[in-house]
C-alpha cells in the first residue's frame, strides 16, 4: 500500500512560481512511477508529467513543458513539481500519483494511488 499526501498548492500571481511536494508512506513507494495530473473545475483530470523510479526520467504535457519540472527524492519518499513562469490557465486542483503501468502513463488509468489534492490558483 502507497498513501500519497500533496502538499504546496496556494494562490499566487500570473509569472510566479510553486513548487509543490508529494509525500509518500509505504517501504516500497520508491519502485513506483509518480505521475503529476491537475483538474480544473467542470473538466477532466490531465495529465502534467511523471517521473520514472527506475532511472529518474520525465515526459510532460505539451502545456507545461519548459516551465514545470518534476523531481524525486528516494530518501524522503518525496516527489516534487516545480512549477515557473505560471499562467491563470495553471488554475486547478493538482494530484500525485503512483503507478506501475506505464503503458498509459499518460492516463489516469495508469496509477494504482492517488492523493488528495492541492489547490493552485493563479491571477491574473
Known amino acids: 500500500q502507497v498513501q500519497l499526501v500533496e502538499s504546496g498548492g496556494g494562490l499566487v500571481q500570473a509569472g510566479g512560481s510553486l513548487r509543490l511536494s508529494c509525500a509518500a508512506s509505504g517501504r516500497t513507494f520508491r519502485s513506483y512511477d509518480v505521475g503529476w495530473f491537475r483538474q480544473a473545475p467542470g473538466k477532466e483530470r490531465d495529465f502534467v508529467g511523471a517521473i520514472w523510479w527506475s532511472d529518474g526520467s520525465t515526459d510532460y504535457a505539451d502545456s507545461v513543458k519548459g516551465r514545470f519540472t518534476i523531481s524525486r527524492d528516494n530518501a524522503k519518499n518525496t516527489v516534487y513539481l516545480q512549477m515557473n513562469s505560471l499562467k491563470p490557465e495553471d488554475t486547478a486542483v493538482y494530484y500525485c500519483?503512483?503507478?506501475?503501468?506505464?503503458?498509459?502513463?499518460?492516463?489516469?488509468?495508469?496509477?494504482?494511488?492517488w492523493g488528495q489534492g492541492t489547490q493552485v490558483t493563479v491571477s491574473s
Open positions: 500519483a503512483a503507478g506501475r503501468y506505464r503503458s498509459n502513463y499518460r492516463y489516469t488509468s495508469g496509477y494504482n494511488y
